[in-house]
């Protein structure tokens, strides 16, 4: 039992080491950071981070990626919700082709809907604004969410849905008074797994950007200058891209763990 403690520990560190590097070189200088590895930083400094946060082509950046990472998991559970009870509950001429095509889309590479999208999007005014990147992002976690969620809803027995009926429950009342509080593990799984996809994606939303939506990734793509790399500002930006899924698997733990339990994932 002591080993097996020692062994977890080991890994533990093992883990967190890659994330303290990063900590670490966000609080030093890129001469410092070339000057060698050190374990502490002799000279600690917070202007990295005083930039990202006072640049405004940093700080715009999370904004951008917060504003479409939030609109693409609004949309993605309210048009996921309905499709996967109606997997869950009713049967129909090609349900299961139906259901499989759906989950394909999941499959195929962002790059075969980049142009597709670009041309679409530059058409109808939506390049270069969160919406397009949200709405990009659809084509791949509605499918997720429908998988994952249609998951839990068959798990719950029919006569419920029966016994609201028989009480004149309305099916939208039914649904979000009673339904949906009995999947709130799938769905916050859901909700996690879209807003991570969406997050951390790169290609989509860097094509379908430019300038006023431009969201961090892109932005940390780009921080080379004539004095190369400024590895200092990029670790800070990659310590603050850390924090926002941080926060959300910290307020869903609990959903996550049900919902690896319980649900289809």
């Known amino acids: 039992m002591r080993l097996r403690s020692l062994a977890l520990i080991f890994y533990f560190i093992l883990l967190m080491l890659p994330i303290y590097w990063l900590l670490l070189m966000s609080l030093q200088t890129t001469d410092q950071i070339l000057g060698g590895f050190k374990f502490f930083p002799e000279q600690p400094t917070l202007a990295n981070f005083a930039r990202i946060l006072t640049d405004y082509s940093w700080y715009s950046g999370y904004l951008n990626s917060l504003s479409y990472v939030a609109l693409n998991t609004i949309i993605s559970l309210s048009v996921a919700l309905p499709a996967a009870y109606a997997f869950s509950r009713y049967r129909f001429i090609g349900d299961k082709h139906m259901f499989f095509w759906l989950l394909s889309n999941r499959m195929a590479p962002p790059a075969v809907f980049l142009l597709p999208f670009f041309n679409l999007y530059s058409t ?39 016994m609201a009926y028989i009480d004149g429950y309305s099916f939208p009342h039914f649904f979000v008074r009673i339904f949906m509080p009995l999947i709130r593990s799938g769905i916050g799984v859901t909700a996690f797994f879209c807003f991570m996809f969406s997050w951390v994606e790169l290609l989509l939303a860097r094509t379908l950007t430019s300038v006023n939506a431009k969201p961090i990734v892109v932005t940390m793509t780009r921080t080379v200058s004539a004095a190369g790399m400024d590895w200092g500002l990029l670790a800070a930006a990659g310590v603050l891209t850390i924090v926002p899924g941080a926060i959300v698997i910290w307020f869903v733990r609990n959903y996550i763990a049900k919902g690896f339990a319980l649900g289809r994932v």
């Open 124 to 162: 109808i005014g939506l390049f270069d604004t969160p919406i397009a990147v949200a709405l990009a992002h659809c084509l791949f976690n509605v499918p997720l969410a429908v998988w994952i969620l249609e998951g839990f809803m068959s798990s719950v027995p029919r006569e419920i849905d029966e």
